[in-house]
């Protein structure tokens, strides 16, 4: 069965503090490997997807790299304005394009 | 370009009485898919149009939820009768393609709904 789980639940930072966030899954088929941010009382926004391992993306302070278990999100020098929810999702083959969300990191950067 | 918009944002209704819930996509974008995120759980698919028709509709809970798709562009999702369970958050999102280079799914605000 396909799965996603992401660790920690929650984290703590203190701005400047860089740390990294995981995500690991078991999908038959991987179509592609999906970090959004969300805020609360939104939707989550896209922020990357990686499709094969070795792969790495980055934005501003945010880098995401993929293996072929796992997905990591490394926060570099954070500010208190990358505090929010940060969910990973898998997509796997077959006819739909259906993601498989994990239940998410809640990110606190303290000033 | 505007993005996924969804109304309402809230909806509070009693058990048994129906409500529906409206999704305008990006617009051209083909495929438009429908979450849900129930308390304290993980965000979870519903279903998937590709234009007007239904691709995948696995996740729909059971037969009181009927979604449709009328002329490919926006979408509704109707639960009658609501029941306690069907509280939390509806997402809809759309994509541009199915797989490879901009598959990416864009994500509206959601509506919250509550049913008492």
């Known amino acids: 069965e396909d799965q996603v789980t992401q660790s920690p639940e929650a984290l703590r930072l203190q701005e400047g503090e860089s740390s990294s966030l995981n995500c690991s899954y078991t999908?038959?088929?991987?179509?592609?490997l999906f970090w959004y941010r969300q805020d609360p009382g939104k939707g989550p926004e896209f922020l990357f997807t990686l499709y094969s391992a070795g792969e790495e993306k980055e934005k501003e302070r945010l880098k995401a790299t993929l293996t072929k278990k796992e997905s990591f999100l490394h926060i570099t020098a954070p500010k208190p304005e990358d505090s929010a929810t940060y969910l990973c999702?898998?997509?796997?083959?077959?006819?739909?394009?259906?993601?498989?969300f994990g239940t998410g990191t809640l990110l606190a950067v303290q000033p | 370009e505007a993005g996924v918009t969804q109304f309402p944002s809230h909806s509070v209704i009693e058990k048994g009485q129906t409500v529906t819930l409206r999704c305008d996509p990006i617009s051209g974008h083909d495929n438009l898919y429908w979450y849900r995120r129930v308390m304290g759980k993980e965000i979870k698919f519903l279903l998937h149009f590709v234009k007007e028709s239904k691709q995948d509709e696995s996740g729909m809970p059971n037969n009181r939820f009927l979604a449709e798709r009328t002329g490919g562009t926006y979408s509704t999702l109707k639960v009658q009768p609501a029941e306690l369970e069907d509280s939390g958050v509806y997402f809809c999102a759309s994509s541009a393609r199915l797989a490879g280079s901009y598959n990416e799914q864009f994500f509206g605000p959601g509506t919250r709904l509550t049913v008492l």
């Open positions: 999908v038959s088929g991987l179509r592609g």
């Open positions: 999702a898998v997509c796997h083959g077959g006819a739909t394009n259906k993601l498989i």
